[in-house]
């Protein structure tokens, strides 16, 4: 039952991922606007839809902690396993705009949540100042990629500028749907593979939590990207992963923080950010090193993830 549920899960992610895909691009081409963009707003905050609704549901619960846990864990699990694989599978060209503004910010909420964080509590106020931050800056990827389209008057077909509004804002719609509830019984499935296969260890359920269910969670962000990377829609593969991140800390944080404050444990603060930033520093790596985003990077990437979960397992077991 298990399998059943988890094949028909990542068929409902696939298709998922394909109907955004598309959406995404007739998006693109009716409001004139780069596919990069694209992902880095619209795609990314239907991806990271998830992680906003788990924070605020974990705030409001009385467990404001697991907020910060899950976006940690979901920004490295977002580099150095969706994007490892993604490259495994589909090498990829990072456009100039990633080097220049998209990895910075990224880097720039990476260190700013460090630093916010550092007194063990992520503010109201703080929460205030990250979701300002993202406004003014999707507001300038929106603006600056509109004049940029202007300016280099990019030829764009009568055809490709017919795409209905309605029709690619429904495949949109269709693709978050179809995400949603693919990643949902995705997890189902497989987290009932996991305690089968499991039963009667001690640390069943913490080990299903670092690995399946950390899995599952950015199987949206997986999909989508290994999805627009065989279409050859390298700018939306790239712009969903650091756009997930940046509206994880900016957007996610932010707002959840606004309805309650967060607390920062120590282990989160010294283990998981700290690995965090370098995971972020790891990308700038494999960015400054070549355009090409190919295997062996991705295999560095996903080694970095497979090193991340390995401590924890070891944590856990009280090994280290």
Known sequence: MGILILLIGLAVLIIGGEFLVRGAIGFSRTMKISPLVIGMTVVAFGTSAPELLVSLQSAVGGNPGIAIGNVVGSNIANIALVLGLTVIIFPIIAD??????????????????????????????????????????????????????????????????????????????????????????????????ANYLLEGNANKDAIIGVTVVAFGTSMPELVASSVAAYRKETDISVGNLIGSNIFNILMVLGVTSMVRPLEVTQSVLTFDMVYMIGIALLLLFVLAIGKKIGRVKGVVLLLSYTAYIVIILLRIKGMV
């Open 96 to 193: 100039k705009q990633t080097m220049r503004i998209d990895f910075p910010m990224l880097l720039f909420s990476t260190l700013l949540l460090f630093y916010f964080s550092s007194d063990g509590l992520l503010s109201m106020v703080e929460g205030i100042i990250l979701f300002s931050i993202l406004v003014v800056f999707t507001t300038f990827l929106i603006s600056n990629s509109r004049k940029k389209t202007e300016q280099d008057k990019l030829d764009i077909s009568t055809k490709e500028t017919k795409t209905p509004f309605w029709k690619s804002t429904s495949f949109l719609l269709f693709g978050f749907v179809g995400l949603y509830f693919g990643a949902g019984w995705f997890i189902d499935g497989a987290i009932l593979i």
